[in-house]
């Protein structure tokens, strides 16, 4: 069983609000990725970071951003979340090779 | 760009029978394969992995055939059971530490 925590499960927000989702990996993990997936849809990848004080942008574009002050924490935010953004947003994590993933976050914007 | 895609989107068997899920990748440099097994409602779970250097990989009921020649990748499972039923991806290593996933193949399993 993957240490890798996502928090909230489930959010429902109104338009424009901001919003953090969060990701916690007790496992000492330097690499930690989020992707983004609509129900039965492939993964795709929106961001991403190798280690403390590095982020990149993923293959999808997104209006989100992240940051990486600490290895365990990988927080994903939204300013003003819209109903595109509507979406699963899922967490992992690794050292190369396989990503261990987290329960996911489900974000319905209104 | 590189691209990850499986042949069937829905795959029905009966319950004891051997299911097979197929995946074509594109990109040549890739070196490392994964299959995931999702469940409704939660995150993506690792089944099996194979490097490029192999071209068969056994685990616990599940078997992962590497064809490099046509770049296509499978996942066999064993005596399928209601259990199995669940969206199933492929992925590939083309570059880095990132993985590409396919689109997924939904498994359902028939009593």
């Known amino acids: 069983e993957a240490d890798i925590y996502q928090t909230p499960r489930y959010l429902v927000i109104g338009t424009g609000k901001k919003i953090t989702l969060e990701c916690s990996q007790t496992m000492g993990h330097d690499k930690m990725y989020w992707y983004q997936q609509d129900p039965g849809m492939e993964l795709h990848l929106i961001h991403y970071s190798y280690g403390v004080n590095s982020t990149e942008k993923g293959d999808l574009s997104s209006e989100s951003t992240v940051s990486r002050i600490r290895t365990e924490h990988f927080p994903l935010t939204l300013e003003s979340a819209r109903p595109s953004h509507t979406s699963q947003y899922l967490c992992a994590s690794s050292t190369g090779g396989e990503q261990f993933f987290g329960p996911g976050t489900r974000l319905t914007v209104l | 760009g590189e691209s990850v895609g499986l042949h069937l989107p829905t795959l029905s068997v009966q319950e004891g029978d051997n299911s097979i899920i197929n995946c074509a990748y594109s990109n040549s440099a890739s070196d490392y394969f994964i299959w995931y097994k999702q469940e409704s409602g939660k995150g993506p779970q690792f089944i099996i992995d194979?490097?490029?250097?192999?071209d068969k990989r056994q685990g616990q009921r599940v078997t992962v055939l590497l064809n490099k020649t046509v770049k296509h990748l499978s996942l066999q499972i064993a005596a399928t059971q209601p259990g199995d039923s669940a969206v199933y991806f492929c992925a590939e290593n083309p570059y880095g530490n990132k993985l590409v996933f396919g689109a997924g193949t939904i498994l359902r399993v028939k009593s």
């Open positions: 194979i490097r490029s250097n192999m």
